[in-house]
């Protein structure tokens, strides 16, 4: 292992290790404009340049190797003047756009020309000015800006799996953009702006918004899909103007999808702020009160067993564990979270979890993807199949239907036959399997949504056991969820009622349940809905809860991988809406039922003594590996994908107008005009 000294300092580090990144490891900083650790290195800013004793000229730090008894300087007057002569080069064509540049305040350029610039330019010529790019609804160009670091290309071309953009011409021309002036159409399209050095790459909803100083800054969690992805949710006056992803090596790195960035403006419209009660077969506004005294009356003349409640694909878990003890206070166990019908066996932890964990699938050696569709379903996991792929070139099959994933897969079959002959041992995919040190199987909801999901979830087992994916310290066993509630619902046991019952019941608590069939409730079915969205399922209901997003308030969800995590209150909730477990505590009062807890700490011990998931946050808790399934006939049908466009999915995004403009330019053809959202 080389040892060197870096301003002084001994370290020794790994073979193949960079200057630049053995400088880090002694917390010395070494400005660069091109080189980003998530990257592949292309040297060609030189901001990094650094003096190495006898070497003739700078060298570019992220590019050269450390050697033994290397000595670096990483601030002598070299270097300095190397520097000094980069920055110079840089701004020879980079316009005075910083009053009204997004990137004011977060740049790049403007922070490393204070520090390491000079203090003048000895050029006179006129600046190049470069033709802006239509990159689609989501990203402004300005390409005049650009430096040509090529993080967006790299970024695509290594992270996103797309070729849309790349460099164009030679010299003076030479230019970033798309190759055939297309739109990016990558769903992590929107971390190009967040890499990008300067402000040649910005967020077109977030045009002309806010400065970095005047927000207030939050850390939280994603719910656009079940990944679990680190936020930072940025406010101002009361107001979410944008989401940025937080690091986290674990589950997103530091990426984040572009429906978690941008689907945001859809928390303004269509919101519930106060409660609603139907008078005459019309919903009515009303007070707090006057909905709690409705409630009270209907279920002090309900059966017991015919009260249900379903949460929905938001619905955090400190509210899902206030429900769950409300219905059991009336002797009720008709819970459900499976809106979509998915049928498979909820006794086992390990069969409905994603047991290898997201930043395991860079040890997987073969992948096996069963009725699932991960660039829709969950990005960032999509992405961490390609880094595999790209690391390692691994064997990745897919069942089901085909489609582009970014990564080439080998085509296996569409439905359960396919599933049932591979388990037998049969074909060449089997053969890959049977070799395989660390093979896993992902499976979608897809494979599960079906009336014969449980004998699918059994086959799928066997195919796990068959090759042995399961074995002492690993386990290649995945279901991958869509919703951001479903495991933090499993966990807490809020499932197994039976849902055409409930639908034809006496009273029907939705939380937040705006994917079920609205059309199959009983018209005699009294209708409790308490969510934050007025969609279909609030049209239906004959009282209205005003509950609070995920941005306003306190919650505990937990991820695919069984890992809780915690978000944090960004804003209040409008009007007269409040946190959803406090309603629902409440209302356990109202109806003479208290609940026994008065805050968030007293509901989370609960929590916590009920499962230990909720006691060890941002932890995975292997699962102990238990049959599961039912072994019998499966049906012949093709295994289907449960999300058909990804700009939306949830009532969040459904009221978004920056996603319906991503639906009509990327998915129904048609490219409308684009401009600042506000």
Not at 128 to 155: E, Q, S, W, Y
Not at 338 to 366: K, L, P
Not at 617 to 628: L, N, R
Request: aromatic share 6%.
């Amino acid at each position: 292992m080389p040892k060197l000294t870096i301003d002084g300092m001994e370290v020794t580090v790994e073979p193949g290790t960079s200057i630049i990144q053995a400088a880090e490891q002694l917390g010395i900083e070494i400005p660069r404009f091109c080189y980003h650790d998530k990257l592949s290195v292309p040297a060609n800013c030189r901001m990094c340049l650094v003096e190495v004793e006898k070497s003739p000229k700078p060298v570019a730090s992220c590019a050269m190797p450390c050697a033994e008894d290397m000595k670096v300087h990483t601030n002598s007057p070299q270097a300095q003047k190397a520097r000094k002569g980069v920055i110079e080069m840089l701004l020879i064509n980079h316009p005075l756009d910083c009053p009204i540049c997004d990137q004011g305040g977060e740049c790049d350029l403007q922070d490393q020309t204070v520090a390491f610039g000079f203090d003048r330019s000895r050029y006179r010529e006129e600046k190049r000015a470069v033709k802006d790019k239509d990159l689609g609804p989501l990203i402004k160009t300005t390409m005049t800006r650009c430096i040509h670091c090529t993080r967006c290309v790299r970024f695509g071309d290594e992270i996103a799996g797309i070729d849309e953009m790349g460099v164009l011409n030679r010299g003076e021309h030479l230019e970033i953009g798309t190759y055939v002036q297309q739109m990016v159409t990558s769903e992590l399209s929107g971390n190009i702006i967040d890499i990008c050095p300067v402000g040649a790459l910005t967020s077109k909803p977030y045009e002309f918004t806010a400065r970095p100083w005047e927000l207030r800054k939050v850390e939280s969690i994603d719910v656009s899909d079940a990944v679990g992805s680190n936020i930072r949710i940025d406010t101002r006056s009361g107001a979410v103007l944008r989401v940025l992803p937080r690091l986290h090596e674990g589950v997103n790195e530091e990426w984040i999808s572009d429906k978690a960035r941008f689907c945001i403006d859809g928390l303004k419209n269509q919101r519930l702020d106060r409660p609603y009660v139907r008078v005459n077969g019309k919903l009515e506004p009303a007070s707090w009160n006057q909905a709690f005294a409705e409630i009270t009356e209907k279920l002090a003349n309900a059966d017991g067993k015919k009260i249900g409640a379903v949460a929905g694909d938001l619905a955090d878990c400190e509210s899902m564990a206030a429900l769950k003890d409300l219905l059991a206070a009336y002797g009720s166990k008709n819970l459900e979270c499976r809106q979509d019908g998915a049928q498979f066996d909820v006794s086992q932890a390990c069969g409905w979890r994603f047991n290898t964990t997201i930043a395991g699938i860079e040890n997987a050696d073969v992948i096996l993807l069963v009725g699932t569709n991960p660039r829709h379903e969950a990005a960032l996991v999509n992405a961490r199949i390609r880094k595999t792929w790209l690391a390692k070139r691994i064997k990745i099959g897919v069942i089901g239907q085909q489609v582009d994933l970014n990564y080439p897969v080998k085509y296996l079959g569409a439905g359960p036959e396919t599933l049932a002959e591979l388990a037998s041992g049969k074909g060449a995919f089997a053969e890959i399997l049977s070799k395989a040190q660390n093979p896993m199987i992902i499976v979608g909801q897809g494979a599960l949504s079906r009336d014969d999901g449980m004998e699918i979830h059994a086959l799928v087992r066997a195919v796990a056991e068959k090759f042995n994916m399961v074995k002492e310290g690993w386990n290649g066993f995945n279901v991958l969820h869509t919703q951001a509630s479903r495991v933090g619902a499993l966990e807490l046991g809020f499932v197994g009622g039976d849902l055409e019952k409930m639908l034809k019941g006496d009273v029907l608590y939705l939380l937040g349940a705006d994917e079920i069939p609205v059309g199959s409730i009983g018209k005699d079915n009294f209708v409790i809905y308490q969510g934050h969205h007025g969609d279909a399922a609030a049209a239906r209901a004959d009282v209205i809860l005003p509950g609070a997003a995920y941005t306003e308030k306190n919650a505990t969800y937990v991820n695919v991988e069984g890992r809780a995590q915690q978000a944090k209150q960004a804003i209040f909730p409008p009007g007269e809406a409040r946190e959803d477990w406090k309603i629902i505590r409440a209302l356990s009062e109202a109806v003479g039922k208290t609940l026994p807890y008065d805050d968030i700490a007293q509901l989370r011990a609960r929590m916590a003594k009920a499962n230990p998931v909720f006691a060890n946050i941002d932890t995975v808790q292997p699962a102990a590996w238990k049959p599961f399934g039912k072994d019998g006939k499966h049906d012949a049908a093709p295994f289907s994908l449960v999300i058909s466009n990804f700009y939306m999915t949830d009532v969040i995004s459904r009221a978004s107008r920056v996603m319906e403009e991503c639906t009509a330019a990327f998915l129904n053809g048609t490219k409308e005009k684009t401009g600042t959202h506000g």
